[in-house]
Structures are given as C-alpha cells and as structure tokens.
C-alpha cells in the first residue's frame, strides 16, 4: 500500500501564491490533484503523467495552477499562483497505480493523501 502525504497548504491573501507538495512511500504511475470545498463535490485539479510529459488542468486553474513532479523522489507539486477566495478548498493528492494516461476524475486513482486545507482571504 503506498501512502500520500501532502505539505504545504496554508492560509494567503487574494492574489499570492503557495506551492503543495505530494510524497509518495512507494512507485506510482499518473498523479493527480483534487480539492473539495465545503458542501462541494470533490472536483479535478491537474494531473501529470508518469513521465511529466503531459499535463491536464481544470478550466478554472489553467494558466494559474502549475502540476510538476520529481520521480527520483516519488514527488508531485501543485505550484498555485493567482490565487483567489474561491480557490479556498482541501486539497488532495491521488496517484495511480496502473500505467495509463491521467485521469481527470477521482475514480481513476487507486492511492489518495490525507487533505492539506488551503485558505484564500479576500
């Protein structure tokens, strides 16, 4: 069983930025972020394939959000930019343990991290 753990939530005013990070105990293939606002469904972020060569973001982060990773540490970051209120969410890392193309909806992944809640004041 691989385990997630995420760092670097935080709380930022409109407009700044904070970088998420995404460690993983073990190998995994495509990895993802989600976030969930209260009283929200869970919604897609970005995800990144097994090499980095592809990346997939929601309409409502692209150009804002940036997905990387760094296998030879089994990390993945979410680097956020721009941020605004209605950013403010848990954020999730998932990953995949099969090899394919990312998904983009939370049932593609099989490993999941525990939340880092961000917080974006007006």
């Known amino acids: 069983q691989v385990q997630l753990v995420e760092s670097g939530g935080g709380l930022v005013q409109a407009g700044g930025s904070l970088r998420l990070s995404c460690a993983a105990s073990g190998r995994t293939f495509s990895r993802g972020w989600f976030r969930q606002a209260p009283g929200k469904e869970r919604e897609f972020v970005a995800a990144?394939?097994?090499?980095?060569?592809?990346?997939y973001y929601a309409d409502s982060v692209k150009g804002r959000f940036t997905i990387s990773r760094d296998n030879a540490n089994d990390t993945v970051y979410l680097q956020m930019n721009g941020l605004k209120p209605e950013d403010t969410a848990v954020y999730y890392c998932?990953?995949?343990?099969?090899?394919?193309?990312?998904?983009?909806?939370?049932?593609?992944?099989?490993?999941w991290g525990q939340g880092t809640q961000v917080t974006v004041s007006s």
């Open positions: 998932a990953a995949d343990k099969v090899f394919r193309s990312p998904m983009t909806v939370a049932a593609g992944y099989d490993y």
């Open positions: 990144i394939s097994w090499r980095g060569g592809s990346t």
